[in-house]
């Protein structure tokens, strides 16, 4: 059975029209000059995608609508931070599948500001269609989420719960999806990259990455994380058992080790969504660059961490880095203060 057949035994919704495409940062290259050390810089643009504005969370979603509509629910509520990316684009695909949306959005970052609360993503949110639920501080998204869901089955619906990020197992299959889909275009383009490049909040994604390049055969370090919501030990921990869990869906003995697996936490900064100097240059220098937008919370701080791992020659001088850009543009208005100065 190939790698994606075994993704074919789960319900899935098509919310991507294709592959994204892998483009090389010429302009940026130029730009570093000597200080990219002769390192080729490529992306895979996961925020090209047609539904919501685009972004790394649809992949994720394909398989969790899937899963959805499989067990007869009628409402996706879904949980995260109040600049959520995962609830926008769960907002984008309920509007797409005809499912009703409610969106619990929890106080994880300590910025008040109207423009953080009410711009950016949340505003998207509501133009979705979500209905929209703005906890304060110290409330547990988690359980009002669990009581809206009850209260739909009260009222006659079936309610789907989605967690953080939807970094499920059956979530990161989306992202195993992925690696599959790079492992093809890299034949294509005949580029064998040397590290694969993401950010890591909730796991889901560099979980399912990492499950793909096992089953491809390759090693789980080659995917290189930067932590942007918890200290690296406890990204480690986290990231560990989302991978062995998504092994377990599958069916499949692999298991990986916590030193298997390539997470830095330098980029983290004061703790998620919190900006960084390095941050803010990082989306700065891409942006003049290549005209291309880095998100604040989670591209921004992972670009920053790539350059200076490269400048640093912890990524070897000569190699071939893919960043995989996320998407979360429209954060990017919610972070106006702190990005006024670029």
Request: a negative charge; charged letters at 20%.
């Given at each position: 059975?190939?790698d994606?057949n075994l993704l074919?035994?789960?319900p899935?919704?098509?919310?991507?029209n294709g592959?994204?495409?892998?483009?090389r940062?010429d302009?940026?290259e130029?730009?570093?000059?000597?200080?990219?050390?002769?390192?080729?810089?490529?992306?895979?643009?996961?925020?090209?995608m047609e539904?919501?504005?685009?972004?790394n969370?649809?992949?994720?979603l394909?398989?969790l609508?899937?899963q959805?509509l499989?067990?007869?629910?009628?409402?996706?509520v879904?949980?995260g931070g109040?600049?959520?990316?995962f609830?926008r684009l769960a907002?984008?695909?309920?509007?797409?599948t005809g499912?009703a949306?409610?969106v619990?959005?929890a106080q994880?970052?300590?910025?008040?500001a109207?423009i953080y609360?009410?711009?950016g993503n949340?505003l998207?949110d509501?133009?979705?269609?979500?209905?929209?639920?703005?906890?304060?501080t110290?409330d547990d998204?988690?359980?009002?989420?669990?009581?809206r869901?009850?209260d739909?089955?009260?009222?006659?619906g079936?309610a789907?719960v989605?967690t953080?990020?939807?970094?499920?197992?059956v979530?990161?299959l989306?992202y195993?999806?992925c690696?599959?889909?790079?492992?093809?275009?890299?034949?294509?383009?005949?580029?064998a990259?040397?590290?694969?490049i993401?950010?890591?909040g909730s796991g889901?994604?560099?979980?399912g990455l990492?499950?793909g390049?096992?089953l491809?055969?390759?090693?789980?370090s080659?995917?290189r994380a930067?932590t942007?919501?918890?200290?690296a030990?406890?990204?480690?921990a986290?990231t560990?058992?989302k991978v062995?869990?998504v092994?377990?869906?599958?069916g499949?003995k692999h298991?990986v080790?916590?030193?298997?697996?390539?997470?830095?936490g330098?980029?983290?900064?004061?703790?998620?969504?919190?900006?960084?100097?390095?941050?803010?240059?990082?989306?700065s220098?891409v942006?003049r660059?290549?005209?291309l937008l880095?998100d604040?919370?989670y591209g921004?701080k992972?670009?920053a961490g790539?350059?200076?791992?490269?400048?640093?020659e912890v990524?070897a001088?000569?190699?071939?880095?893919?960043?995989?850009m996320?998407g979360?543009?429209p954060?990017?208005?919610?972070?106006?203060?702190?990005?006024?100065?670029t």
């Open positions: 059975m190939s994606w074919n035994r789960f899935r919704v098509r919310l991507l592959p994204t495409p892998i483009q940062l302009r940026l130029q730009v570093l000059g000597e200080r990219r050390r002769g390192v080729s810089i490529w992306t895979k643009r996961d925020d090209l539904l919501g504005g685009g972004g969370k649809l992949r994720k394909e398989f609508i899937g959805a499989s067990e007869g629910c009628d409402t996706l879904v949980t109040v600049q959520s990316n609830a907002a984008a695909a309920c509007a797409r499912l949306c409610e619990v959005l994880m970052v300590p910025r008040v109207e609360q009410a711009n949340v998207l509501r133009l979705f269609g979500a209905r929209v639920h703005l906890l304060h110290g998204a988690g359980a009002f989420a669990r009581g869901a009850l739909i089955a009260a009222a006659g079936k789907f989605g953080l990020g939807g970094s499920t197992p979530g990161a989306g195993v999806d690696a599959l889909e790079v492992e093809v275009q890299s034949t294509e383009i005949g580029i990259f040397d590290q694969m993401v950010p890591n889901g994604m560099h979980a990492v499950a390049a096992v491809a055969g390759k090693d789980p080659k995917i930067y942007v919501l918890s200290p030990e406890a990204c480690i986290a560990v058992e062995n869990a092994f377990d869906l599958l499949e298991r080790r916590g030193e298997e697996l390539a997470i830095e330098a980029q983290l900064g004061g703790g998620y969504g919190m900006p960084t100097s390095d941050m803010v240059e990082a989306i220098l942006g660059s290549e005209g880095l604040p919370v921004g992972a670009f790539l350059l200076s791992d490269i400048e640093n990524i001088p000569g190699s071939n880095v893919l960043f995989v996320t979360g543009s954060g990017l208005y919610a972070y106006a203060d702190a990005l006024g100065s």
